[in-house]
């Protein structure tokens, strides 16, 4: 199957063809004929699986039909994304998809000044990347207006619950037409999400590929069982043993995100922290530098790095390890992507090693210890293959990420 195949316009092929493209990923090859012909969508899929290409390159298809209003443009396409880096991710694809053709898109976030946005809705966009609140500031302002949408996506679906999303995108929902399409994408399928289908999608189509497992087998997995008071010194150990290259450290709260940074700067060792707490001009500073190299050592709650994709991250290092156990496969699935290996190693002490468990129940495998000496690597040989085939996305055992507001406040 290429993407000829499926039946996209020429300016997008062009664009394909020079982001060296060659084949639709699996989330593509089924996802895009559906949406072509204008059905609802339910995807399951998570980041890394090509899944904004999956819906924006048949929008964009869409989109193109017809004329061009010269004037005002009203809001045609949608996209809501529960964290402002991943919507200005979702935006940067939108602008390169779409290079060759004649539409506007913006996005539009909170920790950022209002103004600008407004100006920038002024004359009209044809495609919105929004993350929910500042969508709603914007509505009631009347800087935007809903009523002419033709396609609403909601990204990261399962993340939207989590996040305490639901009134504000049922409100949003209801500012857009009735016969409007719904593409929902979601990593996993709770009971919420599947209502949420159920209230706000027609007859959709279900597409599914089978989640990035923290089987990813190119991703060289250990555990170091130490102390809480030697992760600060292990965790610069480890990294000064990986000099130059792209490390994410995740932290369970912002407070220990913080005090990595701390540590890692007293010795030396550059590093900024991308979290809830930080303003958006440093998060965005914080991924900038992570991305051109300049900084190549980020710490991260999990909040904050869902959904960034990042190529050549060699290590990722779970200093705290998740309370839910599919966090763990999501910050692991930050390295080996793009067919590249990496090393994944998780700290674990005493009160952790239950966490440590219920992970590889989940993953159906057991994570080998290292010793506590991070300059001893594993070497990235393939993972065995889990027994009884990688859990499907509806996972009965699946759970809610943030289970309390403590937790999320924390994150
Ligand atoms: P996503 O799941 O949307 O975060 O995409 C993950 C990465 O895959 C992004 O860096 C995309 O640029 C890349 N990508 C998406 N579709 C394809 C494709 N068909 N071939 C090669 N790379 C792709």
Redesign the pocket.
Known sequence: MNFQELGLKKPILKTLTKQG?????PI?IKAIPPILAGRDVVGLAQ???????AFTLPLLHRLSDGDQPGGHRPVRVLILSPTRELAAQIDAAVQTYGMNMPLRSTVVVGGVPIKRQKNALMNGVDVLVATPGRLEDLVSQRAVKLDRVETVVLDEGDQMLDIGFMPAIRRILKLTPKNRQTLLFSATMPKEIKALSNDHLKDPVEVSVVPETATADRIAQSVMHMQAGDKPSAVAKLIGAHPGKRVIVFTRTKRGADKVVRKLNGENLAAAAIHGNKSQSQREKALAAFKSGKNPVLIATDIAARGI?VPGVELVVNYDLPNVSESYVHRIGRTAR?GASGFAVSFCQADEVKLLRAIEKLIKQNIPANAVDGTMMPKAEAAPAPRGGPKGPEGRNRRRRYTSKKQRASA
């Not at 980041?47 to 290409?53: E, F, L, Q, S, V």
């Open positions: 493209y060659e084949v639709p990923t593509q980041t890394g699986t090509g899944k904004t290409a994709d793009a």
